[in-house]
């Protein structure tokens, strides 16, 4: 084996780099690659090029053409960018070892060489020059700005040009604030409908709208968007109908629009004017129908709801009264008030009150009639009221005219006087008048009596009075106190009323009130009552009232007083409290010395001392009389003072348990010390990173003038150090943007005239993690444990930090998450491979936004091929002319190996017949062998694939053979029923390798013929049978066939019978009388006479082209094997030429010609492939599609044993295919060309993580099925045009 040196491989270094450029630049001294090259294109030129700087002639030439030159690249090139209108877009673009000019090209278009880009202000091109960086900057983005852009270098001495990818800058534009399409001037009116639109616009990508109706989102709306303003600009619209509602009136319409250009949606509102007719109104004021005349009725008439409000107007007896009214916008109502003052001639009247607004339909009206009742306008009382006791009164009471008359009544005090004497006259305005005398002896009991004239009203039942009263002259009697008990103390500040009463005495007398002998002057006025007289007087009790004497005088003016007397016993607090001190200046640490002196008292105090919460008993000495008959009592009191006591106060306070109170003073301490801390100073200070951290101070002292230094690691911290720290004037340190670095411990040092502190304090610093994979990928065996592990840098490290979340489709289980410190664990047990993919591992602290990590997981497991019938066959004319593909496909992890053979031999892909191609995307590994020029004779044999990996293999046999007529389908099962209709599936079987259809059989219960349906779309498996009848049985099967016949029904001949279901009651139809279906009564009988006879003719005429057609082919059948015309052998040579690249595979995605070998030949039983698929035909080349030939064969011969025949066998027995020759010159069935369209895949290509389960593909051969809805068919070829061995031989 020749070896290659170190000067060797560096020559071939300077060619390969250098080797196109030169080409290309026409530099290699004039030479021409020839066009008939081997290949194409590069590669082509590459051989040629290869071949030439092999010469040791050229090699140092072209080595010292790339010493000088350094070809130009790029490191980084512009990517697709989307960015909102006014933001900063940034394409990339760096090159390397750049020597030419680098410029921007827009939508084809040169921007420049200058950086600054003159003739565009918004762009520039930033980045380091000397690093190749010329990143183009777009500044305020505008729709302009939307385009296609790239990068290129321009071509220097050194280098050729470069241009990179096209990036396409995609810029977002907000849309316009939405505006209504909807007349509002006009208000709406209750009940009826109203179509409004809300346009959104100019906005890109188009907008959506939300309608609202007072906050409640509008169904129904329909939207759809038409060109905006500018290019690539939609506007939108959305139009919706509502019914108009009297709840609607002052109410919104809001309509929101937004786009990914928002951050927030746009809302526009219209205020919505409703009208509707007003309530009926009411009279408010009118509790009654009778009313007494003069009085003034204050009415209201009020009309609530209505838009506008209603027109209100009040009418007496059909005359308008008033035609004014106030309207309430808030309370929703329309008031008109009435002032109607009632006279006699009021009485019956009837008053009315009306409302209507411009959608009423007529006036709403409400009416009252009253009834007025009037009294006399006047009692008259004669007659002198005053007499000495045994005297007569004699007195006179007249009434005015009134309606109904009255009924005069006497009453002295409570008694009814009766000695009186009644006249009724008539009066004014239809009235009665009353007039009664009485007579009356008074006595000494009846003084001050009230002497009562009453006129009663029976109708009404009101009474009008005339009172006097009657005086009996007689000296005073009796006096006497109210007043609380002498020997029931009291207590100092309760209010006392002390009354004094007299009775007796004509005139009253009067009473005066004297204290200690003193008059006391502030008692209340004296006061009458039955009888007597009284003054009261009110104390509020003090000290001095305690054993004092109160004494009230009664006179009157025959010179007589009456007296009587009252003393009361107080209990009062200490009057007063002072506190003594000898220390001037209070120090911390000093002895203080107190004394509390109180004020007299009843009864005794108790002295007490307190400072804040605490409570103190102190040196009490003998009490000591006292003014007001109290005692006073001293007590002394010691202190040790400490910082704490300072402006605190030291209350001093004579308590009186008996009255449960007493008064107390304070002395504010002012005591001097040092700095001290709060005990509620934080020593421990948390934060999160890059906000302010601000770490308080609590200190106190006396001296308030304190100073402090603040140290971190024994540095002193200054503002000018780092201009982040700041401190406040209570020295607290306050640090902006604060970062992990400034964590720590931070010593205080405060001092003042009194001495020196410090204090330690941590700032502990939070931020949010960051986050990593500890292994990635992880790799495991199919039912090993995985173990997924990402390892997060975060403060503070807490418990369930850490989730897992599984990224591909569906929701896997993700297993069993666990934590360990700052490291989170995803264990999954019995890994299956619906647990390969990418999992994310997500950690958050609350602190910011969560840190992800992506960790994909890898399954391994043994290579798992597809299955099934659909890839064990493989169909191929076997006539030299085709090419058939063998498909292997396996899933497997990792890399898959495939290995071949032929009938159990290895296969030599040394052989130019065959071929393999190896394609592998993501798990899934392909295998295709290609046998070109398939033989019958050679190739019809079964192929062993085997895939294999480190972790095990599967094999798959497939089977090399010819076409046939399709097999039954299978797995025939009901998907639906309803009244008039079945939904049935199938499975479809092995088309025989040509195209097929399906075809339903099927016929109601005891019926005995069946009705046929055509599958349509032909490759469908999955049809519905219409137009049944309701409630019937029907028996359904199924078939396939294709050009060259019809399989068997599905399963075996089975028969799926299905019940229709009944019929809905609303689309039951009405009984009918008539048993004659509705088609059949429907049809005239001159229509069926006609349809008879021309049938009758058509039958004929069929029957007679079928014997002409007989006898034509007899004639043709006896000169066709002779050849046929020239035109027909060039035009068959032709064909043939064509077929040798059309290939077959058993993945039934490419389709083929007629086996033109087999066109004389008939297969007349396909039982040995049962296990076949769909294959299809076309002509590659031809406008014209045919049928395989099917008139005139045999009846079906037992089954060939095409399968398991050994290829050396060369003697038939009796099991042996039977064909059937079929004239060249056969009728063919020609039908319409249509360009076959391209094949969906069958299989899923997504990778592991982006597939719940993995599941083979359930009918793979109808994604190629469904494409194509006609069969096309090469036109058959030639006996003469085939090898000898291949014409009409068993194959």
């Not at 030439?61 to 697709?80: D, H, K, M, V, Y």
């Not at 009473?511 to 008059?519: A, I, P, S």
């Not at 028996?1035 to 399989?1047: K, P, T």
């Not at 060039?1130 to 043939?1136: A, D, V």
């Amino acid at each position: 084996m020749k070896m290659v040196t170190h000067e060797s491989r560096h020559n071939l270094l300077c060619v390969d780099q250098t080797l196109l450029f030169l080409f290309r630049e026409h530099l290699l001294f004039g030479l021409k690659i020839p066009k008939d090259c081997g290949r194409s294109g590069v590669s082509g030129e590459m051989d040629f090029l290869s071949a030439w700087i092999m010469s040791p002639s050229t090699l140092p030439f072209l080595c010292l053409i790339w010493s000088t030159q350094a070809q130009q690249a790029f490191r980084s090139e512009p990517r697709n960018l989307t960015v909102r209108m006014g933001a900063t877009a940034v394409l990339r673009c760096e090159v390397l070892r750049a020597s030419g000019t680098v410029q921007w090209v827009k939508d084809g278009l040169l921007l420049g060489p200058q950086r600054s880009l003159p003739g565009f202000p918004r762009y520039s091109m930033i980045g380091n020059p000397k690093r190749g960086q010329n990143h183009l900057q777009i500044e305020k983005a505008q729709l302009e700005d939307e385009a296609f852009y790239e990068c290129q270098a321009g071509q220097s001495e050194s280098s050729l040009a470069i241009i990179s990818n096209t990036a396409l800058v995609n810029v977002l534009i907000p849309p316009s604030r939405p505006y209504f399409e909807v007349d509002m001037a006009t208000p709406w009116v209750a009940g009826k409908k109203y179509t409004f639109t809300c346009i959104v616009p100019d906005a890109k990508p188009a907008a959506e709208i939300t309608l609202y109706k007072d906050g409640v989102k509008l169904t129904g709306a329909e939207s759809f968007t038409v060109s905006g303003s500018k290019d690539k600009l939609l506007n939108t619209h959305a139009e919706v109908t509502v019914t108009a509602l009297s709840s609607d009136n002052g109410r919104q319409l809001a309509c929101q629009a937004g786009n990914p250009a928002l951050f927030r949606p746009v809302e526009t509102t219209v205020t919505m004017s409703v009208y509707f007719p007003p309530q009926p109104p009411a009279i408010v004021g009118l509790s009654r129908e009778e009313v007494k005349a003069g009085r003034t009725l204050m009415l209201e008439c009020v009309s609530h709801g209505g838009n506008p409000l209603a027109n209100l107007h009040w009418t007496k007896n059909g005359e308008v009264l008033s035609t004014t009214w106030e309207e309430d916008f808030v309370a929703q109502k329309s008031s008109s008030f009435l002032n109607l003052k009632i006279s006699p001639v009021d009485n019956q009247a009837v008053l009315c009150c009306e409302s209507v607004n411009l959608v009423s339909l007529s006036p709403l009206s409400v009416s009252r009639r009253i009834t007025v009742l009037f009294e006399p306008t006047e009692v008259t009382l004669l007659g002198s009221s005053t007499a000495i006791e045994g005297q007569v009164l004699s007195l006179c009471c007249i009434a005015s005219s009134s309606n109904p008359p009255v009924q005069i009544r006497w009453w002295l005090g409570y008694k009814e006087l009766n000695t009186t004497s009644v006249t009724v006259e008539e009066g004014d305005h239809g009235g009665m008048t009353t007039m009664s005398n009485m007579t009356h002896q008074v006595s000494r009991e009846e003084d001050g009596l009230k002497l009562t004239c009453e006129a009663f009203n029976k109708g009404t039942h009101f009474s009008k009075t005339q009172v006097t009263t009657v005086s009996v002259y007689y000296p005073p009697q009796k006096i006497w106190l109210d007043a609380p008990p002498q020997d029931v103390p009291l207590r100092s500040g309760t209010t006392v009323r002390l009354t004094c009463f007299a009775t007796g005495g004509n005139p009253t007398g009067s009473l005066t009130w004297f204290k200690d002998g003193k008059v006391v002057s502030d008692a209340l006025s004296q006061t009458s009552f039955d009888r007597g007289v009284a003054r009261e007087l009110v104390l509020v009790l003090t000290a001095s009232d305690n054993m004092a004497t109160y004494r009230c005088d009664a006179r009157n003016e025959a010179k007589e007083a009456i007296s009587a007397y009252t003393k009361l016993m107080v209990r009062f607090p200490a009057l007063s409290v002072t506190i003594t001190i000898k220390q001037k200046e209070l120090r911390r640490g000093q002895l203080l010395n107190l004394e509390c002196q109180s004020g007299s008292s009843n009864p005794q105090a108790s002295v007490s001392w307190s400072l804040g919460a605490l409570r103190f008993k102190g040196e009490e000495q003998p009490p000591k009389k006292a003014q007001y008959g109290g005692v006073s009592v001293r007590s002394s009191l010691s202190l040790n003072l400490t910082s704490q006591h300072h402006n605190q106060r030291i209350i001093c306070q004579a308590y009186s348990a008996v009255l449960a109170e007493g008064p107390n003073t304070f002395f504010k301490l002012n005591v001097l010390y040092p700095p001290e801390f709060s005990p509620e100073q934080p020593t421990q200070v948390q934060v999160v990173e890059d906000d302010v951290a601000t770490i308080p101070l609590l200190v106190s002292a006396n001296p308030e003038e304190v100073s402090c230094i603040w140290l971190h690691r024994r540095e002193k911290l200054v503002k000018e150090g780092d201009l982040r720290f700041h401190w406040s004037d209570d020295n607290s340190l306050e640090i902006e943007n604060v970062t992990r670095k400034n964590a720590g411990v931070y010593t205080v040092r405060c001092t003042n005239d009194e001495g020196v502190s410090q204090i330690s304090i941590t700032l502990d610093v939070q931020y949010a993690p960051s986050v990593k994979a500890e292994k990635d990928p992880v790799i495991v065996n199919l039912g090993e444990t995985a173990d997924l592990i990402c390892v997060a840098d975060a403060n503070p490290i807490i418990s369930g930090m850490f989730s897992w979340k599984f990224r591909g489709e569906g929701e896997e289980e993700t297993g069993e998450e666990t934590q360990e410190d700052e490291s989170g664990l995803l264990t999954i047990h019995d890994v299956t491979r619906a647990h390969a993919g990418l999992y994310r591992c997500t950690a958050n602290n609350d602190i910011a936004s969560p840190a992800t990590v992506d960790v994909q997981l890898i399954v391994q497991f043994k290579p798992v091929l597809q299955k099934g019938a659909q890839w064990r066959k493989v169909a191929s004319r076997g006539d030299g002319t085709t090419t058939a593909e063998l498909v292997c496909q396996a899933e497997g992890i990792p890399r898959v190996e495939f290995s071949w053979e032929k009938n159990g031999v290895r296969m030599d892909f040394a052989n130019p017949r065959y071929e393999e191609r190896t394609v592998r995307e993501g798990f899934f590994h392909t295998s295709t062998v290609l046998v070109v020029n398939v033989s019958a004779a050679l190739d019809y044999a079964v192929f062993s694939c085997t895939a294999h990996n480190s972790l095990g293999e599967d094999k798959l046999d497939i089977q090399l053979v010819s076409t046939n007529h399709p097999d039954p389908p299978s797995l025939f099962r009901r998907v639906s029923v309803t009244h008039d209709s079945v939904t049935l599936e199938w499975i479809p079987g092995f088309n025989g390798g040509l195209r097929q259809r399906f075809r339903i059989r099927y016929c109601w219960d005891r019926s005995a013929s069946f009705l046929y349906m055509d599958v349509f779309p032909p490759s469908a498996t999955i049809f519905t049978v219409t137009n049944l009848q309701p409630v019937t049985t029907y028996n359904f099967s199924v078939n396939a066939l294709n050009a060259m016949g019809e399989s068997g029904y599905a399963d075996n001949n089975a028969v799926l019978t299905v019940t229709t279901k009944e019929r809905p009651e609303e689309e039951k139809l009405p009984p009918d009388d008539d048993s004659v279906s509705p088609s059949a009564r429907g049809l005239p009988a001159y229509l069926t006479v006609v349809f008879t006879v021309v049938f009758g003719v058509l039958l004929v005429l069929n029957s007679l082209g079928c014997y002409f057609g007989l006898r034509w082919k007899r004639r043709r059948g006896q000169t066709g094997d002779g050849g046929g015309s020239v035109l027909d052998v060039k035009k068959n040579e032709e064909e043939g030429s064509s077929q040798s690249t059309v290939s077959n595979s058993n993945k039934y995605e490419s389709r083929e010609k007629i086996n033109a070998a087999a066109q004389r030949t008939l297969l007349i039983d396909s039982g040995s492939e049962t296990e076949s698929n769909v294959y299809e035909s076309y002509a590659a080349e031809s406008g014209h599609y045919y049928y395989y030939p099917t008139g005139g064969y045999r009846p079906p011969l037992s089954p060939h044993p095409e399968e398991t025949r050994r290829l050396d066998f060369t003697h038939p027995d009796n099991q042996s295919h039977l064909y059937e020759e079929v004239r060249d010159t056969g009728l063919y069935q020609e039908v319409l060309a249509s360009s076959p369209p391209s094949h969906p895949s069958l299989f899923d290509h997504r990778l592991p993580y982006q597939r719940n389960e993995w599941r083979p593909p359930t009918y793979p051969q109808q994604g190629a099925e469904r494409a194509r809805d006609f069969m096309d068919v090469q036109r058959p070829q030639r006996d003469s045009d085939l090898p000898f061995d291949l014409r009409g031989e068993l194959v």
